[in-house]
């Protein structure tokens, strides 16, 4: 199914069997496309919102010279562009990093879902503060972390990410970008982030190779990139979920 | 229930490291700088830095009542 891993062991808010339905017959249209492709520009007026099935995508912002800064990643099972569905308009590009399969969900079809299912609507609305959750971890990374800091909690956060989507084994990914692209994610040089990996894997800690990661010491590479999964809100069966968060009938 | 919220951090009493690698600066910290430089603007970083210590420790000289130091 499309929406296997959307919100897959996020707290409290998997999908149940009707809801899961619902969101695959919203799907309009399903479709592939190429690495760095824009799927959606800022400003431009926006009546469907994109799920991404396989692949990875990135949002960006240019500066004046047209270099690009990306500000977030989005991994199978992301509801990339909901936002778009209350803005309208982004202020910021989408486009794919790697090859993608993306499901197109039309606005109108989130507008029925709004009014028909309270409980699912609340689902999509923490999707959409799950992404602003992960945004607040970018900012501090990038602002608080050095560059071995930087890579390794960007490792780290997306070994969590892909193993909520079912896409590592906690210990193994495909992550499918290279040291550039980890380096633009990192707002550091290929250089720099050349000399991290190396760094990483001489330190055992991980090793970044042919654009998959292998993490040798999970707790360490955590502790070197000062990163806590609190903000990814994993379900954790060993805790029960907040009576806030259990679905409501 | 409030707690105080912390400080602005402070000025950076560790020294960042730079090193070269592959034709290039590598400027690791203090804190979470992270940049790379070619040879001649980190040359003309290390002078400025150089200069704007050298100016900052005079300011401090001027700071201190007379008598001390």
């Given at each position: 199914m499309l929406?296997d891993?959307?919100?897959?062991?996020?707290?409290?808010?998997?999908?149940e069997?009707g809801?899961?339905?619902?969101l695959?017959?919203?799907?309009s249209?399903?479709?592939?496309?190429?690495?760095?492709?824009?799927i959606?520009?800022?400003?431009?007026?926006?009546?469907q919102?994109?799920?991404l099935?396989?692949g990875?995508?990135?949002?960006y912002?240019?500066?004046?010279?047209?270099?690009?800064q990306l500000?977030?990643?989005?991994?199978?099972g992301d509801?990339?562009d909901?936002?778009?569905?209350?803005?309208?308009?982004?202020?910021?590009?989408?486009?794919t990093m790697?090859?993608?399969?993306?499901?197109?969900?039309?606005?109108?079809?989130?507008?029925?879902?709004?009014?028909?299912m309270?409980?699912l609507?609340?689902?999509?609305?923490?999707?959409?503060?799950?992404?602003?959750a992960?945004?607040?971890?970018?900012?501090f990374?990038l602002?608080?972390?050095?560059?071995?800091?930087?890579?390794?909690?960007?490792?780290?956060e997306t070994?969590?990410?892909?193993?909520?989507?079912?896409?590592s084994?906690?210990?193994?990914?495909?992550?499918?970008?290279?040291?550039?692209?980890?380096?633009?994610?990192?707002?550091?040089?290929?250089?720099?982030?050349?000399?991290?990996?190396?760094?990483?894997?001489?330190?055992?800690?991980c090793?970044?190779?042919?654009?998959?990661?292998?993490?040798l010491?999970?707790?360490?590479?955590?502790?070197?990139?000062q990163?806590?999964?609190?903000?990814?809100?994993?379900?954790?069966?060993?805790?029960?979920?907040?009576?806030d968060q259990r679905?409501?009938? | 229930?409030?707690?105080?919220?912390?400080s602005?951090?402070?000025?950076?009493?560790?020294?960042?490291?730079?090193?070269?690698?592959?034709?290039?600066?590598l400027?690791?910290?203090?804190?979470g700088?992270?940049?790379?430089?070619?040879?001649?603007?980190?040359?003309?970083?290390?002078?400025?830095?150089?200069?704007?210590?050298?100016?900052?420790?005079?300011?401090?000289?001027?700071?201190?009542?007379?008598?001390?130091g």
């Open positions: 929406t891993r959307f919100l897959r062991d996020r707290r409290g808010v998997s999908l069997a809801e899961r339905a619902r695959e017959a919203a799907v249209t399903t479709s592939t496309v190429e690495a760095r492709r824009i959606a520009r800022a400003g431009e007026w926006l009546d919102s994109t799920l099935v396989e990875i995508m990135s949002r912002l240019d500066d004046r010279n047209g270099l690009r500000v977030a990643i989005h991994l199978p509801f990339v909901l936002h778009a569905y209350p803005l309208k308009r982004l202020d910021h590009d989408v486009g790697t090859p993608a399969t993306i499901a197109i969900v039309p606005h109108a079809e989130l507008d029925a879902i709004t009014e028909e309270p409980e609507t609340r689902k999509l609305w923490f999707a959409t503060l799950l992404d602003a992960i945004h607040r971890a970018w900012l990374r602002g608080r972390l050095d560059a071995i800091g930087r890579v390794a909690h960007f490792f780290c070994n969590v990410r892909l193993q909520s989507a079912g896409l084994d906690g210990r193994r990914f495909n992550l499918g970008l290279t040291q550039a692209d980890v380096a633009e994610i990192c707002g550091l040089t290929t250089v720099h982030v050349n000399r991290v990996v190396r760094h990483l894997r001489e330190e055992g800690l090793i970044f190779r042919n654009g998959k990661v292998e993490i010491d999970a707790a360490k590479l955590a502790r070197r990139g990163f806590d999964p609190a903000y990814l809100y994993i379900d954790d069966p060993a805790s029960p979920t907040p009576p679905p409501r009938r | 229930m409030t707690h105080e919220l912390s602005p951090p402070p000025p950076e009493t560790e020294a960042g490291v730079a090193t070269a690698e592959d034709g290039v600066v400027l690791d910290g203090p804190d700088v992270a940049v790379t430089m070619t040879a001649a603007a980190a040359r003309s970083t290390g002078e400025s830095l150089v200069e704007a210590a050298r100016r900052a420790e005079e300011q401090l000289a001027g700071k201190r009542p007379s008598g001390t």
